[in-house]
């Protein structure tokens, strides 16, 4: 049988206050229509869920039992209707992210994004952090999160990590050999970090290999082609740390930090950049092995 949400608020109305007096305030009903509603409850139900008394009211065992359901019943109403009640927030999101900072959890921060306000239209970009942060200073996009060297002025960090050399495995060269690297092409701050890491070193190096994608230069490198320069994080297996050998000199920390743009936020880009700050895959992932 199906039962009228009215009907089971009164019940429960009824039953928290004690009376019927007090539920009617409660309801902004009158006496008569909270004892109608009860009245028809129960005929519905064919049992009766209140025992009534000159001095006092309380619940039958099958009221007992009822109740339970009704409160259960009218907290999932409640919950269904925050899910899909209209969002007041509206507008465009234009977001940025470097390839590596959320890799394959990224559509799951989107998706709960969208459906929390389905009237925000998002527009992302996958880029390189350097690009990002001009992006962000030219008014293309709203927020960012880039990779950067610790210490920028106004920068909210997200996660601390660090640059390192990387390797294969199978990787090996020759004593006095040129080292052969892979880099993204410029701008990147991981190219940017190891050049300015190798100059001024007694290091012969050159570049062997370049590609915009991470997936192309993990290729490079798992066979064993370069050396590069990667976060910490996202060492795979199969690959190696190699700070400190073949003479390479020690890189600097990294933090990734989230970016907005300057001269204030709409609301949803305010909601958004809170979301990116509560996602628990900001924090730092295990700490990769070293050779």
Known sequence: MDFDPTLLRTFVAVTE????????????????????????????????????????????EDGEDFLRHAEQILQSLAALSRRFQPSPITGAVRFGVPENFIGDRLPNLLCQFSRAFPDVRMDVNVSMSMDLRQMIDADELDVAVVIALPGAIGDTVLRRTRFVWVASDAFDVAPGRSLPFAFYPPPCINRQVGMSALDGTPVEWHVVFTSPSQQGLNAAISAGLAITVMIEDDVLPGM????????????????????????????????????????????PRPVSRVA
Not at 39 to 55: C, D, K, P, S, Y
């Open 240 to 283: 190696r740390i190699v700070d400190g050998q073949y003479g390479l000199p020690p890189l600097p920390p990294a933090e990734f930090v989230l970016l907005r743009r300057p001269g204030g936020c709409t609301p949803a880009v305010a909601v958004f950049g809170k979301l990116v700050l509560a996602w628990p895959e900001t924090a």
């Open 17 to 60: 206050t004690g009376g019927f007096t007090r539920a009617a305030e409660r309801l902004h009903l009158t006496q008569s229509a909270v004892s109608h509603q009860i009245r028809r409850l129960e005929e519905q139900v064919g049992r009766a869920l209140l025992h009534r008394t000159t001095r006092r009211l309380t619940l039958t």
